[in-house]
Every structure is written in structure tokens, then in C-alpha cells.
């Protein structure tokens, strides 16, 4: 019983030991100081990208609402938030076809540059005087693999997602993921890119990949102490329940013994 008791402490002991992890490893932003601004190399603006769906809408107002009719389409592609919308998919050139103007290359733009393309060439060619455009993002998605249940699927509704957000949206990280290891991928010009962001650092903040664009995965990794814990911790249940029989049946043995 003695050796029992002395397995269990130790057990225990090591099981907490194997649990640690300190400050420096999990906080966020550990570098950052309220009276200290983090200048931003870029804009946190999302651009289209091949296989993207968007929804563009062109408007009149007055004599001109007719006149807008033609560059919307009218067939019902999808759905947004519960409401039919009207979409263009991206092509893998980058490219969409769009009523009466063709097809028009928008890969690399904003949604905000695609409106103002469309506008202007709308008055150039004088099919409109002042036509009001707008272009949406149907399809934004974020994937998230390696949490606690498995993996996510966060779709942004506002068309931008920094690397902090999804975080939140993920509903932060526990204390045994690695932050030095959590991997953002993209396809650029047919090639999967990884890039590891660290969140403990503002240095994150200017970071290419820190602004998600669609379809970005967003990897994160465990400590390996974790799986040694979890290891460590089926084997020391496995002995456990092994030595609870052994001491049960070393009873049982000596209570027969001693009735003979």
C-alpha cells in the first residue's frame, strides 16, 4: 500500500510538472506600450482574389434607373446572410464577365477599386451619367485546423479579418498552443505560402499575411510536453488501474490463505 501511495505522489508530481507553462510563452502583444503607437507599413484591405464570389450592384436614380438595369444580373446565384444575392465568380485567370462591358480582369483589386472601375468606365462610355456601385464579398471564409474540437470554419461578414480577430473568433488560444508555431497559408500565383505569426509580438501588426484574405488556413500547434502529458497520462492511468487489480487480488489471495 506504501508503494501504491508512493506511485500515486509521484504520478501526480510529474503530470503537474510536464502542465507548465509560463507567462512569456502564451500572453499576447508582451511588447506593446499604450504610449507608444505601432506605425502600420499597409492597409488592412482585403483584394479579390480567383474563385472569389462577388456580388456587384449597379444603381440609378431617376431618369437613369432603367438605365442600370442591364449591368445587374438577373438570375439568383446564392445567398448572403439569408437573403438572395446576385454573384460573379472570379475565373482562375482572375477575370469576370460583366454585362454588356465584358470581361473585366479584377484580380488584385479592392472592392472599393472595383467600384470606382466600373463606375468610371459606366461614364466614360456614357452609358450612365452617375451611376452608384456597389461590390461585396459573398464567400469570405477563414479556416482554422489544429484547436480543441478539431477545426473551424469562421466566415466574415465585414469583408476584413485581421489575424487578431480570427483569434477571437476562435475564442483565443489555450495556454498549450505554440505561438511561435501558428502558421497562416495562401495560395499566391498557384503556389501554397506559410507564414508563422507570433501574436506575442506587435512586430505581428506589419506582417504581409496579418490582414487574412479569403480562404486563408490558419494552423496551430501544441506543445509537445502536451502530448507527453496526455501519453504520460494514459500510462500512468493504465499502471494505476493494473496495481488497484494486483493489490485487489494480492487480498483476495491472502484472505483465502489464511481461512485454510
Known amino acids: 500500500m506504501k508503494l501504491h501511495r508512493l506511485f500515486i505522489v509521484v504520478s501526480c508530481f510529474l503530470i503537474a510538472a510536464s502542465s507548465c ?5 502564451v500572453d499576447y502583444l508582451q511588447d506593446i506600450h499604450p504610449d507608444r503607437p505601432i506605425p502600420l507599413n ?4 482585403a483584394v479579390i482574389c480567383p474563385y472569389d464570389q462577388l456580388r456587384i450592384i449597379v444603381r440609378g436614380y431617376g431618369v437613369e434607373k432603367e438605365l442600370a438595369e ?14 438572395n444575392v446576385t454573384g460573379y465568380l472570379v475565373d482562375v485567370n482572375g477575370d469576370i464577365q460583366f454585362p454588356t462591358l465584358g470581361r473585366i480582369h ?34 469570405f471564409r477563414v479556416f482554422v485546423l489544429g484547436t480543441a474540437d478539431g477545426g473551424k470554419v469562421l466566415n466574415i461578414s465585414n469583408e476584413r479579418c485581421t489575424f487578431l480577430e480570427a483569434l477571437a473568433m ?6 498549450f498552443s505554440k505561438r511561435d508555431k501558428i502558421a497562416v497559408m495562401r495560395e499566391i500565383d498557384g503556389k501554397m505560402v506559410t507564414r508563422y505569426l507570433d501574436p506575442r509580438s506587435s512586430e ?10 479569403q480562404n486563408d488556413v490558419i494552423i496551430t500547434q501544441s506543445f509537445r510536453r502536451v ?18 487489480l494486483v493489490s485487489a487480488a494480492s487480498m483476495v489471495y491472502l484472505f483465502i490463505t489464511t481461512k485454510q
Not at 507553462?21 to 510563452?25: A, C, G, L
Not at 476562435?170 to 495556454?175: A, F, P, V
Request: aromatic content about 10%.
Open 204 to 213: 505581428v501588426f506589419n506582417d504581409p499575411f496579418f490582414l487574412l484574405q
Open 106 to 139: 479584377v484580380e488584385g483589386m479592392t472592392r472599393i477599386e472595383l467600384q470606382d472601375y466600373i463606375k468610371n468606365t459606366l461614364i466614360s462610355e456614357k452609358f450612365m451619367n452617375n451611376p452608384m456601385v456597389d461590390v461585396r464579398f459573398t464567400n
Open 42 to 45: 499597409s492597409k488592412f484591405e
Open 170 to 175: 476562435m475564442g483565443g488560444l489555450n495556454k
Open 70 to 83: 442591364p449591368f445587374n444580373l438577373t438570375q439568383v446565384t446564392g445567398q448572403l446572410n439569408n437573403q
Open 21 to 25: 507553462v509560463t507567462p512569456k510563452e
Open 227 to 244: 502530448y507527453a502529458q496526455e501519453s504520460l497520462s494514459t500510462t500512468l492511468s493504465v499502471i494505476s488501474m493494473v496495481t488497484s
